[in-house]
């Protein structure tokens, strides 16, 4: 993660090296960093600057595991040291369409994780919009009015795994002036 | 951007600097850079790695003046040295969902402008999804199969403006262990 290099790949280290980071120490997240993370979410661009993301920090342990076991392939998230639940507020969102309201929160979300690989942390984005059966249960377990849209839930923690920087670039995915 | 400080908030500079930036000079991004920035676009995760997202690089400023002029407030397209139409192709998404679609661009979109940051560009996110007219007149100019859903266009040049580094982080957005 040193920027003083004059190559441009290594420039984007920090991009390169966030990867889905799902085993974590024991290792709490302190305060001052968390909201360092949901200052970088914050920074993102948004639809007309309309800023419908909401965030939800989750802690107690027992919580943790109850919103892991509302999402498949999440078990890890009850031992993050934090959730983050992404939500969107339908009637801030541009227009009141769920599509900005995605993209936006999206946004907001790569930003977190992209800080938490700076910063030395570890997260993971879990799924949850579009499944009705994971929306509803985070709806419950985190007391969602109906104009909140659960998009994701984000793990964090201090890494327990290592994995190398990586990009899936495919030269195929990429047109030159027209399709 | 000096990664070597052990501020934590000075380590994410490139998150707070990236801002949108409309004015460009008349300098050409050349071909490694825009690679990069697609290399940095597909380090993004997405929906059990489906990868949907598809990108057609514009130079040609006959297309990205016709371009522009299907966005409203995206006029200074028509000036940037590229345009890059972040597409995805449903058929390619996670379960055919377009919440998919959307959210695994965006988090590509979002890698993208903070790569351009980083390399010393200056970019914007302009807005398609889910405008009607945008997606037809983007499908037309593009040659875009009935398969791929336009979802922004990225403009990307060096820039011609300097915005100060920031954060909309808003105290009443974040909420702890339940809303």
């Not at 980071?21 to 970088?40: G, K, M």
């Not at 993301?53 to 993050?80: C, D, H, Q, Y």
């Amino acid at each position: 993660m040193n920027n003083v290099t004059n190559n441009p790949r290594e420039k984007l280290a920090c991009i390169f090296g966030r990867r889905s980071v799902r085993a974590y120490t024991n290792a709490q997240v302190d305060d001052d960093t968390l909201r360092l993370l949901l200052e970088a979410a914050m920074a993102a661009p948004s639809a007309v600057a309309k800023d419908p993301w909401r965030f939800v920090v989750v802690r107690r342990p027992s919580t943790l595991t109850e919103i892991a076991s509302a999402l498949p392939n999440g078990r890890f998230l009850a031992k993050a040291a934090a959730g983050i639940a992404v939500v969107g507020d339908i009637d801030a969102a541009h227009d009141r369409q769920l599509s900005y309201l995605l993209q936006d929160c999206s946004a907001a979300i790569e930003n977190l994780l992209i800080a938490a690989n700076i910063l030395g942390l570890g997260a993971c984005w879990l799924g949850v919009h579009p499944r009705e059966d994971r929306i509803k249960r985070l709806r419950e377990i985190l007391s969602l009015p109906e104009n909140i849209v659960p998009v994701a839930m984000i793990s964090v923690g201090y890494p327990a795994e290592r994995k190398e920087p990586r990009t899936r670039y495919t030269d195929r995915y990429v047109h030159h002036e027209r399709w």
